[in-house]
């Protein structure tokens, strides 16, 4: 630990407490990395306040110090975006986990940052509410994380991404300060410091305090899944849907080699034969949803489905939404390592995007099994290789990159909601100019004029640039583990 650091514990001691702080070395091996266990590295020394003015305290001593940190949640991001620095503090919020207020009257939550996302939904349900964001990992990952992510979730087609869900933000600023933007009004004038500060990653300081839209119970909730031959066919039974006007609470589609490693895994009794398989979800009130279940049906038959399957229970419901979910850890039954890229198109270029990602594919001899939302063009291209086999895994960093540039030719994104981190960070000159990075860094060093809050994050480091594989070796422990879903 460097010496600039170790100086800083007793005070850090005086802050959070004894138990607060974190200095043995297996204590902070602990968080050394998130998701993407690839990118790794020991924190100089680990925090966990329980209050704002805890963090206000901790985010002072760095700032007069010029010792960086990094805010950390629940570590499941999948883009490093809380790797920790070795010569930093990282911030940890598992100990800031209360539900301050349930307001149904003003349908808001106001929660500490380190609350699980679903948990947000559990307090709100006995009142016939819920948190509508709902990233697969919704049973571990934290509000915070979610903000700095700015996280999507299958329902965020009908829903929006969490941007849509957050009206107020109390913030330590990375020099110490505590500010409050919104609060629980729809809208605040002025510059719109909520949307800047949801997807900033870390950078423009720490979030303790937030306050969420809460969400209605739907009346109903109906399900359909059909078959397609091919995943043009699929395509197009999601451009009739759309284009009808028709707005599904959840589009979802997987091809051929997802659905064969989801039938391996969990035999979830998708239609055999079958090249994509789309998930179309409808809810709202009961006669709206009978309305449109209807049209749907018959627009998927239209477009060539042979087979549709309809659910409007909680348990038939629960078995179309099995081969989905489980379909990301099934891929490791079918592969020793692949890479989870995740990049965005506009929804028409999804059948462009798709059958050039089937090119790219046949030409490097590299599998890619796609699960994605169809309904916001957010693609999963899962690349598959085996890393015994000498260069595979280059080859298959290969393809993976190569699809990123697909999406940005096509006018998508790099990310659709894993963030950039420090994982895509390279990428990022590949969609925004010089001068548009530079703008960007401008705008940072207004919140964080000496440059310590999750630095090498989000904007591009050429030192740093080029040396890691995206790479992904089985499936994420909390899959393993039952807790999480995949996508
Ligand atoms: C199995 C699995 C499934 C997933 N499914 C989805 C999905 O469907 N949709 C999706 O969008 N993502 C998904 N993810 C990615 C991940 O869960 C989300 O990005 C999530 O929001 C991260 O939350 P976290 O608490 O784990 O944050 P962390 O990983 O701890 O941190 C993520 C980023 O947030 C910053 N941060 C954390 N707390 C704060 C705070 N209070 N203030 C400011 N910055 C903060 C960190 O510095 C870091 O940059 C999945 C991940 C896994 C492992």
């Keep these: 630990m460097p010496d600039q650091l170790h100086a800083l514990i007793p005070r850090l001691r005086e802050i959070c407490g004894d138990d607060g702080v974190v200095t043995d070395p297996m204590g902070r091996r602990t968080y050394a990395s998130d998701g993407i266990p690839y990118h790794a590295a020991d924190p100089g020394v680990v925090v966990l306040p329980t209050s704002t003015a805890q963090v206000a305290a901790v985010l ?12 950390r949640g629940a570590g499941t991001g999948l883009s490093a975006g809380a790797l920790p620095r070795t010569d930093g503090v990282l911030v940890v919020t598992s100990r800031m986990r209360r539900i301050l207020e349930i307001d149904t009257a003003n349908e808001r ?3 500490e940052p380190g609350v699980a996302n679903l948990d947000i939904t559990r307090a709100a349900a006995p009142h016939g509410y819920y948190y509508a964001p709902d990233p697969s990992s919704q049973q571990v990952c ?12 299958a329902h965020c087609l009908k829903y929006g991404f969490t941007v849509h869900h957050v009206t107020g933000l109390v913030v330590v600023t990375p ?12 809208e605040a004038p002025g510059y719109d410091l909520i949307g800047a500060f949801v997807g900033s990653e870390g950078t423009l300081g720490i979030a303790t305090e937030i306050t969420v839209r809460l969400t209605r119970a739907p009346q109903k909730v109906s399900t359909v899944l059909a078959a397609f031959a091919t995943m ?37 009794g998708y239609p055999p034969g079958a090249g994509a398989v789309l998930i179309v979800e409808l809810d709202g009130p009961t006669a709206d949803v009978d309305a449109q279940f209807a049209e749907v049906t018959r627009m998927c038959r239209e477009a060539g489905a042979f087979e549709v399957r309809t659910a409007t229970d909680a348990a038939e419901r629960a078995r179309i939404w099995k081969g989905r979910k489980s379909a990301f850890a099934a891929v490791g039954r079918i592969s020793p390592a692949y890479i989870v890229q995740d990049g965005v198109v506009p929804r ?21 099994a796609n699960v994605f939302h169809a309904g916001d063009g957010n693609l999963h291209p899962l690349v598959l290789f085996d890393d015994t086999e000498p260069g595979a895994e280059e080859r298959a960093a290969e393809v993976s990159g190569r699809i990123l540039d ?23 000159p590949a969609m925004f100019s010089a001068d548009d990075l530079a703008a960007m860094d401008l705008f940072r060093r207004a919140f964080d ?19 890691r594989p995206r790479v992904a070796k089985g499936a994420h422990p909390l899959v393993a583990e039952g807790r999480a879903e995949l996508f």
């Design 232 to 268: 043009d066919a699929g395509g197009a039974a999601v451009s009739a849907i759309i284009g009808a006007g028709v707005l599904p609470a959840a589009v979802e589609m997987m091809d051929a080699l997802s659905i064969e490693a989801a039938e391996a895994a969990v035999a979830c």
């Design 449 to 467: 004029p000496l440059g310590i809050a999750n630095p090498e994050k989000l904007l591009p480091t050429p030192r740093l640039c080029g040396e």
């Design 175 to 186: 020099s110490g300060d505590t500010v409050r933007l919104g609060g629980k009004a729809a």
């Design 142 to 153: 934290t509000v915070g994380g979610n903000i700095a992510e700015n996280s999507g979730g």
């Design 406 to 428: 697909l999406c940005i030719e096509a006018g998508g994104s790099i990310t659709g909601e894993h963030g950039v981190g420090i994982d895509k960070a390279c990428h990022m």
């Design 60 to 71: 002072r001593l760095c700032a007069d110090n010029g010792v960086p940190f990094v805010p």
């Design 109 to 111: 939550a106001v929660v």
């Design 348 to 368: 028409t270029a999804l059948p462009r995007v798709l059958r050039r990602i089937a090119e790219l594919s046949a030409e490097s001899g590299i599998r890619v």
